[in-house]
C-alpha cells in the first residue's frame, strides 16, 4: 500500500474543489485500512474514509488521512423463494451494484438508480430517492474500528436508520469505516411507482426485450438526467439541505401565507420541500460568484467553474438566512463539511 503525501483530491469530491490531503491511501483490503489506521495514530492526525466524494464539502487543505475505501466484490449469498441476499465491498460503486442486482433477479433498489458514490457511504445517510429507502432491504454491514482496529458487524436496528440519517452521523461519527454491506433483496418485482412521474414514465416505455425492473431503473436514470446536475459537468453535492419537518401548527401557519406549499405526511408531522421553499424565496438559478443553485432544482448548490469551499459555503449560509426570514424555517446541511 503506498501512502502519497500532499495528494490533490480534487477528482475525489464531486464539488471539483482544488484542495490535498496531507496524506492520502487506496486500501483495497482490511488489512491495508488497518496499516492505513496505524500510521494516523502515529503520525496523530484524523482519518477520514473516503468514497465518491459526493456527498461531502471539503473546506481546505486537510491535516488528515484520507482513506479512499477501494474494497471491491458482489455475490449472491443465499437465494430462496422469498428474498435475495447479496453482499458487496464498501468500494463498489453503488448504481453499477444496482444494476448487477438486477440482473441476478434481486429487485428493491431499481428506484436507487444513479445515485453517485459507493456502496459503504449508502448506509451513512440511509440513501433514498422515490419513496425507496436502503434500510427497507438492509441485512447487516461490516465495519473497521478506527481506534480498535476490529471488524464488527452491525445489524438493522443498531445502524439506527433514520431520514437521511444513521448511528454513522451520530453516536458512531467518525468511529468507523463500513467495509462491506449485505441486503435482503425481492427475488420477485414489487414496482413502487407511486412517486412524482415515475409511474407516468415507465407507463410510456414499451418494455421490449428488458425486464420490468430494468425499465424502472432506466425511467428513474431518465428522470434523474433531466433534472439533475451531472457532476462531471456542473460541480455538486446533490441535494445540499434536508428536507426540514414540521409539526402541523406549523404547517398550518405557514399555509395561510403560502397555501401553495409542498408539504408531505412524515411520520405524523409534515416534511416541507427544501427546494419549493428556496425556488420561493427568489433563489433558483441564483448566483453568487462562481457558486450558485441550480436553474432546475433550487436545492442543489452547483460550481459554475473555479467556485471554491468558502464560494459554496457562503452561498448556503446566504439562502440559509433568506429562507429563515421568509418562512421561519432552519435549512440543516446535509452533505458533511470536513
Ligand atoms: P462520500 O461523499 O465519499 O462520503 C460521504 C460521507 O460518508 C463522508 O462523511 C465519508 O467520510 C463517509 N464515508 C464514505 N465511505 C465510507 C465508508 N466506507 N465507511 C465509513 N464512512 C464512509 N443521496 C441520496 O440519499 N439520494 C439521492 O437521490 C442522491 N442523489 C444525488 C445526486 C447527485 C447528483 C449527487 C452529487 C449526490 C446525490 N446524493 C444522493 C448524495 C450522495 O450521492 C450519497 O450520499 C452517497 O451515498 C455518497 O456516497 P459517496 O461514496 O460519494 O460518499
Ligand atoms: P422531487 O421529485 O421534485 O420532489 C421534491 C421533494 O418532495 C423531494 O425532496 C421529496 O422528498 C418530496 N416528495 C415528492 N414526492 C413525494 C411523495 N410522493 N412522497 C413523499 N415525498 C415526496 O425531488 P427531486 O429533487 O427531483 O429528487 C427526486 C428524488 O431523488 C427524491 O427522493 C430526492 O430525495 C432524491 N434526491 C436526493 C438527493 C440527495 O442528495 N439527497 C439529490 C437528488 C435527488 P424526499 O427527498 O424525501 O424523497
Known amino acids: 500500500m503506498r501512502m502519497f503525501e500532499n495528494y490533490s483530491l480534487e477528482t475525489l469530491n464531486t464539488f471539483g474543489f482544488k484542495v490535498s490531503a496531507r496524506y492520502f491511501v487506496e486500501a483495497e483490503s ?38 479512499h475505501v477501494n474494497l471491491r466484490g458482489k455475490e449472491v449469498v443465499s437465494r430462496d423463494g422469498e428474498t435475495v441476499c447479496v453482499k458487496a465491498g464498501a468500494g463498489e460503486n453503488w448504481h453499477e451494484f444496482v444494476r448487477w442486482t438486477l ?11 444513479l445515485i453517485p458514490g459507493n456502496v459503504g457511504a449508502a448506509p451513512i445517510q ?34 439506527q436508520f433514520g431520514y437521511r440519517d444513521s448511528v454513522f452521523k451520530n453516536a458512531a461519527r ?25 409511474r407516468q414514465e415507465v407507463e410510456q ?24 446536475p451531472d457532476p462531471m459537468v456542473l460541480g455538486n453535492a446533490g441535494s445540499f439541505f434536508k428536507n426540514p419537518v414540521v409539526d ?11 397555501p401553495d406549499i409542498v408539504a408531505y405526511p412524515f411520520e ?9 421553499l428556496i425556488d420561493r424565496a427568489g433563489l433558483k438559478g441564483f448566483r453568487q460568484g462562481a457558486a450558485g443553485t441550480y436553474n432546475k432544482q433550487a436545492l442543489v448548490l452547483v460550481n459554475h467553474g473555479g467556485a471554491g469551499p468558502d464560494d459554496v459555503l457562503g452561498l448556503a449560509k446566504h439562502i440559509q438566512s433568506v429562507v429563515f426570514d421568509r418562512f421561519g424555517v432552519e435549512l440543516e446541511m446535509e452533505p458533511r463539511v470536513y
Open 174 to 198: 467518525d468511529h468507523f469505516i463500513i467495509t462491506s454491506v449485505t441486503f435482503s433483496l425481492d427475488a420477485e418485482l414489487s414496482p413502487r411507482l407511486d412517486y412524482g412521474r415515475l
Open 268 to 276: 405524523g408531522r409534515w416534511k416541507l420541500a427544501a427546494g419549493w
Open 248 to 258: 402541523e401548527s406549523v404547517l398550518s401557519k405557514l399555509q395561510r401565507d403560502f
Open 205 to 228: 416505455r414499451s418494455q421490449g426485450s428488458q425486464s420490468e425492473a430494468f425499465v424502472i431503473s432506466e425511467a428513474v436514470c431518465d428522470i434523474r438526467m433531466e433534472k439533475l
Open 126 to 159: 440511509n440513501i433514498g430517492a422515490y419513496g425507496v429507502e436502503i434500510k427497507d432491504h438492509f441485512q447487516s454491514l461490516e465495519a473497521l474500528d478506527i481506534q480498535t482496529g476490529e471488524l464488527k458487524s452491525f445489524s438493522l436496528d443498531e445502524c
Open 103 to 113: 440482473a441476478e433477479q434481486a429487485f428493491g433498489f431499481e428506484n436507487l438508480s
Open 30 to 67: 482490511v488489512e491495508d485500512i488497518r496499516e492505513a489506521i496505524a500510521f494516523a495514530a502515529r503520525e496523530n492526525v484524523p482519518v477520514v474514509p473516503l468514497g465518491g466524494g459526493s456527498n461531502l464539502v471539503l473546506s481546505g487543505n486537510q491535516e488528515a488521512l484520507f482513506v
